[in-house]
């Protein structure tokens, strides 16, 4: 028996959005696997500049609270302002940290400071960051200085 009808031919789908979606998923793949040991490779390398500082913490230490003694001998006999004293001493306790960590936090913002998992590092910026930027200076610079000191003292 015979018909005049004919048969379809199957349907077939576009190799395009499957060639993309793959490309992607290795793309995303690549990106996982080099961001995760690149990760492990930063926390190995922090680990080992603070093995090899240990042994020169205690100089690093020296000079730094030398620097805090010097901001504040400047700001009591009036040579810098508050605002100036609070920069001085978030550039110290900054430059202080890479010395120890080799991490430039001299660059950082407070959040990308937050994001270092150094809880006082970011408390003590913190405490610095509204005199240094308002638009009127106020806070009591005996207790931030004392906490700078404390900090770097207390520093593992």
């Given at each position: 028996?015979?018909?005049s009808i004919k048969l379809q031919e199957l349907f077939t789908y576009s190799l395009i959005p499957l060639i993309i979606?793959?490309?992607?998923?290795?793309?995303?793949?690549v990106y996982l696997i080099y961001s995760k040991k690149n990760k492990k490779e930063t926390n190995l390398k922090i680990k080992k500049n603070l093995d090899k500082n240990q042994k020169n913490i205690q100089t690093i230490e020296e000079k730094y609270l030398k620097r805090l003694d010097a901001i504040e001998c400047k700001y009591k006999n009036n040579k810098i302002?508050?605002?100036?004293?609070?920069?001085?001493?978030?550039?110290a306790i900054r430059l202080f940290v890479f010395e120890v960590t080799d991490i430039k936090t001299q660059n950082y913002s407070l959040s990308e400071i937050k994001t270092l998992n150094m809880p006082t590092l970011y408390e003590l910026i913190k405490e610095y960051y509204e005199p240094e930027f308002a638009s009127r200076s106020e806070g009591d610079f005996e207790a931030s200085i004392n906490n700078a000191r404390r900090v770097i003292k207390q520093w593992n």
């Open positions: 028996m015979q018909t979606s793959s490309c992607l998923i290795i793309i995303l793949t302002s508050l605002r100036k004293s609070y920069q001085s001493i978030s550039e």
